[in-house]
């Protein structure tokens, strides 16, 4: 397939888990803040933080509120990563790869950014925000399954692959680094009380509650939470999974040398984890080196298939 194509279909997956992975953020998040125990102030801007947009988040907006906060991650056009400038770029990008994803799936497209743009006010205001943010989230699945239902597993499928187990595996470890870096932060008795909030709420950002509960059969602890989204190889958000996901990919796809070894090498990234107090800032240096890995396996995937000139094939 020429490789233009493939570098669309590539974001394409990328962005459609990237608008349910925002849309998951802030649902749980605002879940969260009702749910804290008295005394424990955490800022909406620790979403901003997540997705690492600080910087331009500033040139934007003074003021760190939850309304600024959501109106960036919501509805912002200057934000690359909000959910109306990806669903705009998904778009795009499918409107231009029609002929090799189902006839479909430009519909859904359609009406899912058409239902975003007239509601988004629902998302930032906060008595229609959970109605919003499931709609999107749902949206986002009817979508999936849709390629997941009706695609042939040839080149195009690898490809949706590649990019939609690339972005889950880079937002599972940034929720991971945030949740620790909360729980550093000197609470003294209160850390206990945040701890059982935080864990399960980020186990739910990832829709792994009910699937950690069964696999794990223990309670919540920062340090099982952290190896469940680390390490289980079956759960489809966990970063070992995915890892897994883009092996199988990457090995039916051709000119994919660089790609593997990047993949096979983060893969024998490990970290010990016996206890919470393990989740320290040697922890959150693991999880650093990992999403530099992810950042270089992105730039090897393009080097590999989409940096040649547009008449070629991937």
């Not at 778009?91 to 058409?114: A, M, S």
């Not at 595996?169 to 945030?178: E, F, G, I």
């Not at 096979?264 to 922890?283: A, G, N, P, V």
Request: net charge neutral; with cysteine.
């Amino acid at each position: 397939m020429l490789s233009r194509v493939a570098e669309r279909i590539y974001w394409s997956a990328r962005y459609i888990e990237r608008v349910e992975n925002i849309a998951r953020l802030v649902s749980v998040y605002d879940n969260m803040l009702y749910d804290l125990p008295k005394g424990v102030d955490i800022s909406w801007y620790n979403l901003v933080k997540i997705n690492s947009n600080t910087e331009l988040f500033h040139e934007r907006y003074k003021v760190q509120d939850e309304k600024n906060v959501l109106k960036f991650m919501l509805e912002d056009d200057t934000n690359p990563s909000s959910i109306l400038s990806s669903l705009k770029m998904l778009r795009e990008n499918i409107r231009t790869t029609r002929d090799v994803v189902p006839q479909e799936t430009w519909e859904l497209i359609n009406e899912l950014d058409i239902y975003a743009r007239n509601n988004i006010k629902k998302g930032i205001n906060r008595s229609e925000r959970h109605s919003f943010l499931n709609n999107i989230i749902e949206g986002c699945q009817t979508i999936n399954g849709l390629l997941a239902g009706t695609m042939s597993r040839d080149a195009t499928w690898q490809f949706v692959l590649l990019g939609r187990n690339l972005e889950r595996a880079d937002m599972t470890t940034r929720v991971l680094d945030a949740a620790v870096s909360l729980m550093l932060q000197p609470r003294d008795e209160q850390n206990l009380a945040l701890g059982q909030v935080l864990w399960s709420k980020v186990l739910k950002s990832q829709g792994a509650y009910l699937n950690y509960r069964r696999t794990v059969r223990t309670s919540i602890s920062g340090a099982k939470v952290a190896k469940f989204l680390l390490n289980d190889p079956y759960f489809p958000r966990t970063v070992s999974f995915c890892f897994n996901e883009m092996l199988t990919a990457v090995n039916k796809l051709p000119h994919g040398e660089n790609v593997l070894e990047t993949v096979q090498m983060l893969k024998k990234m490990d970290f010990e984890i016996s206890s919470s107090d393990d989740l320290d800032m040697k922890f959150r240096d693991y999880l650093n080196e990992l999403q530099i890995g992810i950042i270089q396996l992105s730039g090897n995937i393009t080097e590999s298939w989409f940096s040649f000139d547009k008449g070629e094939a991937a």
